[in-house]
């Protein structure tokens, strides 16, 4: 796990000071080495050492330092984070020399064994245990298609500095960042946001869509889209393919991964134990490290099943030391899990951390966790993340596995029962349809007339829709809030025509890119790896290809999951209806001991912000009534205020 950059020369060949700059900033995602590299054409690549170079590295391979005058057409820049082969032979940027190729690698590849047996049948050789020389050697014998082999999170830039062309590379899923920028004279290809900010061609403009998206409904990202109009990102399952041959290098956006879903046709038994088998082994291959990994542990499903699944692999190993976990706790009971945290403690003999997030440090460290960030956020739930990995740092780990990515694919949130209907109405399952209709009266006492509207609107078409009232109508896009300007949106807000679609809907667009991003940048701050099983595309592929009612049955979220866990985590756990996630009393500080604070920063925003995005007098009374609890709380003022300071630092 590592902080890259590229930089490309499009004008004349550039200096070296930019580089050096840009890798600097980044320093937290990797503090134990940096290393550059920098190519002219007609030459061999040259790597150089930095300030931040290790000791080591420079005792093994003598780099000499590189000079801010020092020319190139193409640039890269490495910080590592020492996770796998923690001696000098795994320093970046990374030569692959009878293969005339170079490699500036952020990320993990967790079956880089397996691939490296392959290839030693082959005939390879390696000089490392680092996965970096494996993604190398694949590169060199299988081109592009060795992307389909790896079952990891990577972000990656690879020069073939023979044929002159360089490759951009995202995962799958879009676990690790890579963001781009095409300035007057030079591409820039980066992990985080504000090496780019460092260019001299840079310039602050606002992207009014994504602005207005996050505004109106706390939406954060859309494909290539970020807040800054002039910086896009490569999209998951993409890379970026750069002629460097041309006068001026010709770009190709390439898709290399299209998720198809497995359908499956056993029985839900059968399934259970196929979902026990995947998670177990994405579990254990994120086991693999040089280095000890921990868990983060809130309590809920997620979380608590890996744990428990790390538990058993562990003392199958032989190792009953007992794992390292950090808990976000608070003395709110409302929003505090540390009971169910417990129970997982228990089971699993783990050493347990604590860590309260405060409005007082969020107060104190928000303009830093804005500054890692390189966003606004939805909530100050991101926050109660940034807590836990600041402990995770304080107490010396480097690696953290967590739950990131269940909820998306195994109906983990509410608001499923209309798609869900859809679906069953499309394919006549009426017997399903009344099954669920009659368990939703019995927990809520009415039946759900709102979803079956909104299914027979779904799959009758325009003609039923008009024969019901307006405010019963299911538009295609969502309507601003009162308190919004006008302003284009990229929001589509249709209904789903099955769960299957919601789920591909969050999966891809909202929420779960923006959660990989605050998980990255939150760890990544604290120069800590955060790996996530529940990403591993094989369980993806699985999840999504399940009939529905495996996943959703009968208001029961996860219902794979927690038969599949059942006698592996708490029967607490397994039975829990109520979910968290990483969450703060933020409704508390709101209406409590933050109260000042946030009008305050009502007032300061909107005469920032009024005017041109927003309706400042409408945004004061609407949260002037949320204070006094005459309209339901949200988390609008958060937003407000998070996004007025994201402004400042720009």
């Given amino acids: 796990m590592c902080g890259i950059l590229s930089i490309i020369s499009t004008k004349a ?19 134990d080495d940096e290393g550059l590299l920098t190519w002219l054409p007609g030459q061999s690549p040259v790597v150089w050492a930095g300030e931040d170079t290790a000791p080591s590295t420079l005792g093994h391979w003598s780099y000499s330092k590189l000079s801010p005058e020092q020319k190139f057409k193409v640039g890269f820049g490495h910080r590592r984070l020492s996770i796998l082969d923690l001696s000098p032979a795994g320093h970046q940027p990374m030569l692959y020399e009878p293969a005339s190729l170079a490699i500036t690698f952020n990320g993990e590849i967790y079956n880089y064994l397996e691939i490296k047996e392959e290839l030693e049948n082959l005939g390879h050789q390696f000089k490392s245990t680092t996965d970096t020389e494996v993604i190398l050697h694949a590169w060199a014998e299988w081109g592009t298609k060795c992307l389909d082999k790896f079952n990891g999170m990577f972000a990656f830039v690879i020069l073939d500095h023979k044929k002159g062309e360089l490759f951009a590379v995202r995962d799958r899923f879009g676990v690790k960042p890579l963001y781009y920028y095409n300035g007057a004279s030079a591409i820039y290809l980066a992990s985080e946001i504000k090496q780019i900010k460092t260019s001299p061609d840079f310039r602050f403009k606002l992207d009014e869509s994504v602005a207005h998206d996050y505004l109106a409904y706390g939406t954060c990202e859309y494909g290539e889209s970020t807040f800054y109009a002039d910086i896009k990102q490569v999209p998951s399952g993409h890379y970026l393919h750069v002629n460097l041959l041309t006068e001026v290098p010709v770009q190709k956006m390439v898709k290399w991964y299209t998720l198809v879903p497995k359908k499956w046709s056993g029985s839900f038994e059968d399934a259970s134990g196929k979902f026990r088998e995947l998670l177990t082994d994405a579990v254990r291959l994120r086991l693999r490290s040089d280095v000890k990994v921990g868990s983060c542990l809130s309590g809920g499903l997620d979380s608590s099943s890996i744990v428990c699944l790390a538990a058993e692999l562990l003392k199958a190993n032989g190792d009953f030391a007992g794992q390292e976990t950090v808990t976000a706790c608070y003395d709110n009971v409302r929003y505090d899990e540390w009971h169910f945290a417990q129970e997982v403690i228990k089971k699993t003999n783990a050493h347990a951390h604590q860590t309260f997030p405060s409005f007082r440090q969020l107060q104190d460290e928000m303009d830093a966790f804005l500054w890692h960030q390189d966003a606004p956020t939805g909530s100050t739930s991101q926050f109660s993340q940034w807590a836990v990995f600041k402990k995770t740092h304080e107490i010396g780990l480097k690696v953290m596995i967590d739950g990131q990515g269940a909820d998306e694919q195994l109906a983990g949130y509410g608001g499923y029962d209309a798609a869900l209907y859809t679906g069953l109405m499309k394919k006549a399952k009426f017997g399903a349809i009344l099954d669920e209709a ?15 509207l909104a299914a027979m609107q779904m799959n009758l078409g325009n003609g039923f829709s008009k024969m019901l009232p307006e405010k019963l109508r299911i538009g295609n896009t969502a309507a601003s809030p009162e308190w919004m300007l006008d302003g284009h949106s990229n929001r589509y807000d249709s209904q789903s025509a099955s769960l299957q679609e919601h789920l591909l809907k969050q999966v891809y667009m909202d929420p779960l890119p923006s959660l990989l991003r605050y998980e990255d940048h939150n760890s990544m701050a604290w120069s800590v790896e955060s790996r996530t099983p529940f990403m591993d595309y094989r369980l993806l592929e699985f999840n999504l290809g399940l009939p529905e009612n495996f996943v959703y049955k009968r208001g029961l979220r996860k219902t794979i999951l927690r038969h599949a866990m059942h006698n592996v985590i708490p029967e607490a756990i397994e039975n829990r209806r109520d979910k968290m996630g990483f969450v703060t009393p933020e409704e508390s500080w709101l209406k409590g001991e933050g109260k000042e604070w946030f009008k305050d920063g009502i007032d300061k925003a909107c005469n920032k912000i009024g005017g041109s995005l927003v309706d400042a007098q409408k945004v004061k009374n609407y949260v002037d009534r949320m204070i006094a609890g005459n309209v339901a709380f949200d988390f609008l003022p958060w937003r407000i205020i998070c996004f007025s300071r994201w402004l400042d630092s720009n």
């Fill in 13 to 31: 060949n550039a200096g070296s000071g930019n580089l050096l700059k840009a890798c600097s900033v980044i320093k937290h995602r990797g503090p």
């Fill in 438 to 452: 009659l368990h939703y009266k019995k927990e809520k006492g009415t039946w759900p007339k709102g979803f079956l």
